[in-house]
């Protein structure tokens, strides 16, 4: 009462999302009015419409990337990967499944893409580990899966890396055992020497 004027405010957020300023548009609008013992309500001026500059530092999303810590050999291990924000268009990452301590006979070293889809902020993937026969402790099955780079998603900056995962292969519940196969000649000459082979399904 007794004073023509009053100031508010409306607070913005930071994203890490790269927009042009015709992206980033509100308005704010006199929905209604009441009191001040006027003889009539005044007209509801017209709307004001902000733009959002995008600001003149770089932002980045946060990735992060979660997995299993063991996993019994023979089965796959399952991973997440997630942004802190979605992107708005499709977001790829390039993980490495990489021997610490296994070998070929255990999970098969390899580079792919996974994808965060546009709108969304994660993604699971699975590595698949490989049985066999060999008695190993936890300390010898060690693979390690991580984030070797990222591209798309259309945000101001690339997140950085996030630290990898390290999953133990148990050596599972069951006993195996290789296969041994024998061979050899059917039939041989008197006199000489007779030939045979032993082979193990794996070394």
Do not use: C, M
């Amino acid at each position: 009462a007794g004073t023509t004027s009053t100031d508010f405010t409306v607070d913005t957020l930071d994203d890490s999302l790269n927009e042009s300023a015709d992206d980033d548009v509100f308005t704010v609008s006199v929905d209604s009015t009441s009191g001040g013992d006027f003889e009539a309500q005044p007209t509801a001026p017209a709307a004001v419409e902000t733009t959002i500059n995008d600001g003149t530092t770089t932002d980045a999303p946060t990735l992060t990337l979660t997995g299993d810590a063991s996993v019994n050999e023979g089965e796959a291990a399952s991973y997440t990967l997630t942004l802190s924000e979605a992107p708005t268009a499709d977001f790829t990452v390039t993980i490495v499944v990489a021997h610490k301590t296994t070998e070929d006979g255990d999970v098969t070293p390899v580079t792919r893409d996974v994808v965060i889809a546009a709108g969304t902020t994660s993604t699971d993937f699975t590595v698949d580990t490989l049985d066999d026969s060999l008695n190993e402790s936890a300390d010898d099955d060690v693979f390690t899966v991580s984030v070797d780079s990222t591209s798309g998603g259309d945000f101001e900056a690339q997140p950085t890396a996030p630290a990898a995962v390290e999953t133990t292969i148990n050596d599972g519940t069951t006993t195996d055992a290789p296969t041994l196969t024998l061979t050899g000649d059917a039939s041989v000459n008197e006199g000489e020497a007779a030939s045979y082979t032993l082979t193990l399904s794996e070394a």
